[in-house]
Structures are given as structure tokens and as C-alpha cells.
């Protein structure tokens, strides 16, 4: 297997030894296989692992996002088309089908294929065998599929948006990925490895490790975006503030996070991020209410307290519970 560092996969919790387990053991059969999970838990990254892994390795990995291409596009993108099969198609096209013969075929967000695509899928898997779109001739393949959906694919089948017949060839086994926020032992190992690899890639001063309240902040932290969100996390915080030789003592986690931000991010967010501990979460739900409003009034304390319907008083007294910092970041010597 390649140890290219894009296709490196790093964990060490339980979940992830087994699903490295499973990988291992799955890789050896051309079976197809379903990945699934919420979106930037590694669905893509353990599909090219099962293809390095298998006897196809030297084959070709192909790739197709279904669910960024409509359906005409799709069947030929997935089976070719012949010259003339449609206004504007001048030459023959092969499809991922074909270019994948002798390798594994990755079908990325197929969940919302239409039923007449999906018809033509699962004639492809009983029979290895399709035309390109304008032709009779049936070209044979030997392609291993591996599929992967954020969705509930069951649910769909039951509410009939996807055929139960499709779904039990494509599924021969399944691969569940767990979402970061219930493998918080991998949350450090995996910032550590983006720290490194950022800072090599672009020649950035190397840290040493991180703050333990930063620790403590990505451990808590519930990452609705997964792995994604957590690496664009860290490699922005490691590009804006890192120094050499020092831990990272800031993180960057909102990008648009600024005093001019055009739309307030929507209240009832907070509400989805998991309460750790109810006290604590609130307690972080009111920090970052005043920040948020201490920032939309530009640190005027006492336009903010007016817009807030609180005193001058009360408000001060939420700022020194929250030991929040009242000048513009701009005019901040230290980081807060
Ligand atoms: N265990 C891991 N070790 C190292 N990097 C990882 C790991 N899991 C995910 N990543 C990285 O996180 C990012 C998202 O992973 P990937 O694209 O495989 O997720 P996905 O589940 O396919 O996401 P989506 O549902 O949005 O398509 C990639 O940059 C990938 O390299
Ligand atoms: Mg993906």
C-alpha cells in the first residue's frame, strides 16, 4: 500500500482498530461493499484503503460522485456513450465502469440515484455486464464497487426510494464509520498528524503539541463536520498562529467568525451540540452569546447592554463571570 500521507489513516480508539480489522479482512474478497457514515468521517479514504489492500491494487481506482451530476450525465458518465448517441456526442466516451476494468469502481453519494439508474446498476452487478448508452453491444467488466452514502439507506428502501433488491447486492458487508465525537482518543492523535503535515507542506514554523485548554477544547468539541471539519480547524489555526517551537495556544474554529459578519449563525445550532454537561454547556451557550454581542456592537458595553434588554451593571457582571476580553481583537496584545 502507497503511504501517501493523503491516504495515510490515523486512530488508535477501539472503533477504529476494528473497522481497520474489518478493512483488512474485506479488502481480500471482490465482494461489493457499502461505507457509510456522516459526512467527513473517512468514507472516501477507507474506499481507497479496501482497494490498496486488495489484489487489485495495481488496477485502477476510479472514482464518481453521483449526487453532483444529473441522471443523463450519470449513465454516461457511468457507462459511456457511443458517438452520436446524443446531440453533442462527437466521440466516443468510456465510462467509469469500463476504466475501472481490473480495479475497484467508487461510487461516492448514491443514495438519491434515480430508479431507472439504479435499474442499470444492478444489472451491471448480476450479470457484469452493460452498454454504453447508444449502443446494443455489451461490454463485460471485472469491477469491484464500492459504495458509500451519508444516508439511511434502509430508511430508503422502506420508504421506497430505493430498491431493496440493489441495495442487498451492493451491500455484501458494511462498513459503519463512527462519527469523532464518540472516538474522542483519536481527536489529539489526528490534530497532531494535520498540525505536522501542514506545517511541512507549506514550510510553516513546527509546534509542539497544543495548549491543554485547546486540548481540552478540541476534545469537547462535538465536530458535526467530522475529520474534514477538525483538519480545516487545524490547519487554519497552525497557518494563522502558530510559532515555532511553542504549543499552539489558539484555535481558529469559525472562519467567518468576524465583528462585520453579515448573518448571526442561527440560535437553534447550539441546541444540537451535544450537553457534555448541562452546566457547562450553557455556561459556554452565554459566552458565546457576549461574545456575539459584544462583537455586533463593537465593543460599546453599553449599546451592547442596551441591545441585550440588560443593565450596564448586569452585563458587566456576565463579562467578569466569563473573563471576556472587551477590546476589539484587533487591539488585543495577547490572544484571548
Ligand atoms: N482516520 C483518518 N485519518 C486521517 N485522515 C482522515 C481520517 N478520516 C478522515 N480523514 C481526512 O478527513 C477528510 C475527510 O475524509 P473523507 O473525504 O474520506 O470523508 P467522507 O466520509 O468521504 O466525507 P463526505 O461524506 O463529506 O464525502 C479527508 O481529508 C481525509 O483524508
Ligand atoms: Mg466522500
Known sequence: MPDNLQHRLIGES??????LEQVSSLARISRPILVVGERGTGKELIAHRLHYLSARWQGPFISLNCASLNESLLETELFGH??????????RHSGRFERADGGTLFLDELASMSARLQEKLLRVIEYGEFERVGSQQAIRVNVRLICATHEHLPERVANGLFRADLLDRLAFDVITLPPLRLRQDDILLLADFFAQNMAQEFNLPAITGF??????????????????????VIERSVFRYAEPGRPLTRLCMDPFASPWRQTPEPVVDEAEKIPMNWQEHMAEYERKL?????????????????RAGLSYDQLRGLI?????????PEMRQHPT
Open 82 to 91: 457511443e458517438a452520436g448517441a446524443f446531440t453533442g456526442a462527437q466521440r
Open 14 to 19: 477501539n472503533a477504529i482498530g476494528e473497522i
Open 211 to 232: 495548549a491543554p485548554d485547546i486540548q481540552q477544547q478540541l476534545v469537547l468539541y462535538p465536530w458535526p463536520g467530522n475529520v474534514r471539519e477538525l483538519r480545516n
Open 320 to 328: 467578569r463571570k466569563h473573563a471576556i476580553s472587551t477590546r476589539p
Open 290 to 306: 457576549l461574545m456575539k454581542l459584544l462583537m455586533s456592537c463593537h465593543y460599546n458595553q453599553r449599546s451592547a447592554a442596551q
